[in-house]
């Protein structure tokens, strides 16, 4: 499965990963509250993703890494 790893404690909360998604399957996680203050992005439905990284591309602060499945 394609693999996506969040550094979370450098999330803003932003949104725009969110937003570039085409599968729609990235939300702001409301449960949680990074060191920063701000509820961190998360995947919802990993086994969606389609690995095309427009989520990694848009996010100003590197939080999110891609890993496409061989
Ligand atoms: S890699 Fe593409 S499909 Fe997967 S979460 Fe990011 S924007 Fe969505
Ligand atoms: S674009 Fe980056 S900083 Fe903004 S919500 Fe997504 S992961 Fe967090």
């Known amino acids: 499965m394609n693999k996506l790893t969040f550094r ?4 803003k909360g932003c949104g ?7 599968k729609g399957i990235l ?7 990074n060191p ?7 995947i919802k439905e990993q086994e ?7 989520c990694a591309m848009m996010c100003p602060d590197t939080v999110i890494t891609v890993e496409k499945d061989a």
């Open 36 to 42: 920063k203050g701000y509820h961190p992005a998360y």
């Open 27 to 33: 939300a702001i996680d409301e449960n949680t509250i």
């Open 48 to 54: 969606k993703c389609i690995a095309c990284a427009m």
């Open 8 to 11: 979370t404690d450098r999330c």
């Open 16 to 22: 725009l990963c969110i937003d570039a998604c085409p």
